[in-house]
């Protein structure tokens, strides 16, 4: 069973539709993370959370919300989904690296086509 | 100018060939570099941590460049299976979360 779970893996959906993705992990990481991948960017964060209590916006979280169900699982939302929100989306945990950083552990991702 | 910037390629080589890519970064006190790996439509994985002095890894060898401020990947004896995306990323020091900073990524097909 993989890591890092991501649900569903596909989705395609209608503009104004709300869609929540979901991801768990048995990493037993603190440390969880969205972030979304288009063509030709880089991955760009959505929001990430440090533990149950403790949720961050990251650089695009405008249209976004999660919600940290316990340490385990992480949830984003689509509020109200627009077309250029389709993307690849990537759930990922980290644990920090002693040598400074973190190394993330992805989850196998969400394509969601918003139509 | 983008934070982290790579050739998006893609670099089409013959097995057994070396080849290299390099990042750059905009950030001089940037303070952690890494190479993922991505293989069309799945997850990224870490490929390995860049390290001041150079490191290695089998047929992987990443550097760091501080003055100029980039990363370089060498792969060495190129296989069919390292076909791949390979992601820059890069910390800068923020001095609170240190987030990471990804590139676009440079595609490599290596073909027979």
């Known amino acids: 069973d993989a890591d890092v779970t991501q649900t569903p893996r596909n989705r395609i959906t209608k503009t104004g539709k709300r869609i929540m993705l979901e991801c768990s992990q048995t990493k037993g990481h603190d440390r969880m993370y969205w972030y979304r991948q288009d063509p030709g960017l880089g991955l760009r964060l959505i929001y990430y959370s440090f533990d149950v209590k403790d949720i961050n916006k990251g650089e695009i979280s405008d249209g976004y919300s999660v919600s940290r169900q316990a340490q385990a699982k992480f949830s984003l939302s689509l509020e109200s989904a627009i077309p250029n929100q389709t993307a690849l989306y990537f759930c990922?945990?980290?644990?920090?690296?002693?040598?400074?950083?973190?190394?993330?552990?992805f989850g196998s991702g969400t394509q969601l086509s918003v139509l | 100018r983008k934070e982290v910037e790579q050739d998006p390629g893609p670099f089409n080589v013959p097995e057994g060939a070396t080849v290299a890519f390099n990042c750059t970064y905009s950030?001089?006190?940037?303070?952690?570099f890494f190479w993922y790996r991505q293989d069309c439509r799945k997850e990224p994985k870490l490929l390995m941590s860049v390290y001041s002095s150079g490191n290695e890894d089998g047929r992987f060898t990443a550097q760091l460049n501080r003055a100029s401020q980039y990363i370089s990947l060498l792969i060495r004896d190129s296989k069919l299976s390292d076909s791949a995306t390979y992601l820059c990323v890069v910390i800068p020091f923020s001095g609170g979360y240190n987030k990471l900073i990804f590139g676009a990524g440079t595609r490599l097909a290596v073909h027979p």
């Open positions: 990922a945990t980290s644990d920090s690296d002693r040598a400074g950083g973190e190394k993330l552990f």
């Open positions: 950030n001089s006190a940037s303070q952690s």
